[in-house]
């Protein structure tokens, strides 16, 4: 099954539960996966699908901050909620040791001597991790290593 199917199924569950959070949720996700399609012309991947809902799961992630900021608790927790929706449909997020043994093994294939080589190592990276951790913290670990 894939992860459209498995999002419009989950959505067909909250219609019977009458949870409207995580509907309003489901339907924001699928019609974000819609809109992509018919930009592009094509059915998604569940790698292209992944990466619709990890970036939905980083723009309120981003929202929560500005609305704490902002002294809006009220609507930071609706975010977090919608968050909580999204990540169930995410792969589990890597350790941290699992995550620098992925990024060890990338340097050693890309044979990254420095910074310089650093993009190669993210692009053998990126499909390996896609939703099941945040790159900004790849980013940080990939450097970490290669300047060490």
């Given amino acids: 099954?894939?992860?459209?199917?498995?999002?419009?199924?989950?959505?067909?569950?909250?219609?019977?539960?009458?949870?409207?959070?995580?509907?309003?949720?489901?339907?924001?996700?699928?019609?974000?996966?819609?809109?992509?399609?018919?930009?592009?012309?094509?059915?998604?991947?569940?790698?292209?699908?992944?990466?619709?809902?990890?970036?939905?799961?980083?723009?309120?992630?981003?929202?929560?901050?500005?609305?704490?900021?902002?002294?809006?608790?009220?609507?930071?927790?609706?975010?977090?909620?919608?968050?909580?929706?999204?990540e169930t449909f995410l792969p589990a997020a890597l350790s941290a040791d699992e995550l620098a043994a992925i990024v060890s093994d990338a340097i050693t294939e890309s044979g990254a001597q420095g910074m310089q080589d650093m993009g190669k190592v993210m692009n053998i990276i990126r499909p390996k991790v896609q939703g099941r951790a945040d790159m900004g913290q790849v980013s940080q670990t990939v450097k970490a290593k290669l300047t060490a």
């Avoid at 930009?39 to 790698?47: I, N, P, V």
Wanted: aromatic share 2%; hydrophobic share 40%; proline share 0%.
């Fill in 1 to 86: 099954m894939t992860l459209t199917e498995q999002l419009k199924d989950a959505m067909k569950e909250a219609m019977r539960a009458k949870d409207k959070a995580r509907l309003g949720t489901i339907r924001l996700a699928l019609s974000a996966i819609k809109q992509q399609e018919v930009d592009g012309q094509k059915s998604l991947s569940d790698e292209e699908v992944l990466a619709i809902i990890t970036k939905m799961v980083k723009q309120r992630k981003d929202s929560i901050t500005q609305y704490t900021e902002g002294g809006r608790q009220d609507l930071a927790e609706i975010e977090a909620a919608e968050i909580a929706v999204l």
